[in-house]
């Protein structure tokens, strides 16, 4: 079984930070690009970040551009987001995704991950 296990969410207040991280278990992600999604109540789940499989192509969603940072560390199987100048509107769930096939692309469809976490819960209050 694939599965990665997000942590990091939690409550902070508006202009705050939160580090997620995700651990993938059962498939070593070297040679995969990664993503992370978010999901509001009653929404789609919308496109966050990518990352490469080396690390150095990102994408983001432009609402967060310039407050979070996605990066990865192959050694520890992990990839991570760094949220800064966290709004309310960044609210939700957010999910750690692993793409159904290797590529040396950054995609933000989720028709192309195949394997998601359960989510981190992070809240932004006022």
């Known amino acids: 079984q694939v599965q990665p296990v997000e942590t990091g969410g939690g409550l902070v207040q508006a202009g705050g930070s939160l580090r997620l991280s995700c651990v993938v278990r059962?498939?070593?992600?070297?040679?995969?690009?990664m993503g992370w999604f978010r999901e509001f109540p009653g929404q789609e789940r919308e496109f966050v970040a990518a990352?490469?499989?080396?690390?150095?192509?990102?994408s983001y969603k432009d609402s967060v551009k310039g407050r979070f940072t996605i990066s990865r560390d192959n050694a520890k199987n992990s990839v991570f987001l760094q949220m800064n100048s966290l709004r309310p509107d960044d609210t939700g769930v957010y999910y750690c995704?692993?793409?159904?096939?290797?590529?040396?692309?950054?995609?933000?469809?989720?028709?192309?991950?195949?394997?998601w976490g359960r989510g981190t819960q992070v809240s932004v209050s006022s």
């Open positions: 995704a692993v793409p159904l096939r290797t590529y040396t692309g950054l995609t933000d469809s989720r028709e192309d991950y195949g394997y």
């Open positions: 059962g498939r070593n992600i070297a040679n995969y690009g």
């Open positions: 990352i490469g499989r080396s690390g150095n192509a990102k």
